[in-house]
């Protein structure tokens, strides 16, 4: 059976949590943050290269804001309470949304406008029982891919069928294949919108699906208050199925927002909306990502790539020389200049699963060379800095995500 990611990323130093700080609020260490930025990094020039629009917004909002989008009337148990800022109440957003759609009605839109993909990398915070919190995978603080697609009634299959084509691109490109689709439907009490909307935005969906060449399962209820949505779930190591990427069908919010783009006949027109994530979370997407690799990262995702290893403290000088030198070629390196003997370092640095070693003694520095210890294939022999170079560019490759443009 796998590992468990918590092991892991004890075991790693990729996080941590603390009583102090709060529960289901995940501290990531620099490990784990290197983890991070390489998923946001990949993440923000896929999304670039398929015309997504970036942008940042605030962690709080005005509680009219959450009155306007129904969150308070049907999201507010997932809500923590309002803090008093001037007289007025502000909550923690649970959800992006709400500002996507401000920044699209700060102008006014015409079709030519539309598609409008709205894209941000998003903290989003949400109650959840203490008794569910659950490593990365299940927490109270969280950051999401998120974007919001606006668009005309004629381009929402198109567009659903689009998005669905970028989670599957997201999950194939980092290895995760084994993934369940569901399609979610209407929530029995706590849904807005007509019965006929709802119909007509589940069978749209369900068509994407199928014509990616996927089966479904129907999750009964399972659909957000404002609209039904695709969700592909992932399996951890003991099995059990996670939410990531997700693509949500709006005909409602657009409506509570009076969001509108002036069509080629001169009206008014109130767009459809699409909300939907890749990653769905990134700590949830880290959490599958870490188990699936079982920390063991192929060498361009490992949070460290290669430990230069003095042989001796008369040896530290020439091992910091060579960190700076694969530092200036874009590498992650880390040199351990402890007074430990080889061995334990070789030792610490295998468990910490770093992919090279780089051993220098009084014979390598006279060579101007180093001795190459590949975790998985052993002793490599002696190099210097210009054929380890050639000799890595490969395996730096190996593994590593391409951008591509999901329309094509």
Do not use: C, H
């Given at each position: 059976m796998s590992k468990d990611h918590r092991k892991i990323?004890?075991?790693?130093?990729?996080?941590?949590?603390?009583?102090g700080v709060g529960p289901g609020l995940v501290l990531l260490h620099p490990n784990g943050a290197i983890l991070r930025y390489l998923l946001e990094q990949f993440s923000q020039g896929a999304h670039i290269?398929?015309?997504?629009?970036?942008?940042?917004?605030?962690h709080i909002g005005r509680a009219e804001l959450w009155k306007t989008s129904g969150h308070l009337e049907h999201y507010k148990e997932s809500m923590y309470n309002p803090v008093n800022i001037d007289g007025e109440e502000y909550y923690l957003k649970p959800m992006n949304c709400p500002f996507h759609f401000t920044v699209y009605n700060s102008e006014i839109r015409s079709y030519r406008d539309l598609p409008m993909r709205i894209a941000e990398i998003g903290t989003v915070y949400r109650y959840e029982l203490s008794g569910t919190l659950n490593g990365l995978t299940r927490v109270r603080g969280f950051t999401q891919d998120d974007a919001h697609i606006i668009c005309t009634p004629e381009q929402v299959e198109r567009e659903v069928i689009f998005a669905l084509k970028f989670s599957l691109y997201v999950l194939r490109a980092f290895g995760l294949t084994?993934?369940?689709?569901?399609?979610?439907?209407?929530?029995?009490g706590k849904s807005i919108g007509s019965e006929e909307l709802w119909d007509m935005a589940t069978e749209v969906l369900k068509k994407a699906v199928v014509s990616s060449?996927?089966?479904?399962?129907?999750?009964?209820?399972?659909?957000?208050f404002y609209g039904p949505k695709i969700d592909l779930k992932l399996y951890d190591s003991l099995g059990r199925e996670w939410q990531c990427s997700t693509i949500q069908f709006d005909f409602n919010l657009p409506e509570r927002f009076q969001m509108k783009y002036v069509g080629s006949d001169g009206k008014n027109h109130t767009p459809y909306v699409i909300h939907r994530a890749l990653f769905g979370s990134v700590e949830r997407f880290l959490a599958l990502l870490i188990e699936h690799y079982q920390g063991d990262f192929p060498l361009w995702l490992a949070p460290v790539q290669f430990a230069v290893i003095p042989i001796a403290p008369a040896h530290n000088e020439y091992g910091r020389k060579l960190e700076i030198s694969l530092k200036k070629m874009g590498l992650r390196v880390k040199t351990d200049d402890s007074g430990i003997n080889m061995?334990?370092?070789?030792?610490?640095?295998?468990?910490?699963?770093?992919?090279y070693m780089l051993i220098a003694g009084d014979k390598e520095i006279k060579q101007n060379t180093f001795s190459v210890r590949s975790r998985k294939h052993g002793n490599l022999g002696m190099m210097d800095i210009h054929s380890f170079q050639d000799f890595i560019r490969e395996d730096l490759e190996q593994g590593k995500p391409k951008y591509i443009a999901a329309e094509e």
């Open positions: 990323g004890a075991e790693m130093s990729l996080f941590s949590k603390s009583e290269l398929n015309d997504y629009q970036w942008v940042y917004t605030p084994e993934f369940k689709p569901y399609v979610s439907t209407k929530p029995e060449g996927l089966e479904y399962e129907i999750d009964e209820g399972g659909g957000a061995k334990e370092k070789i030792r610490y640095f295998e468990l910490k699963k770093v992919p």
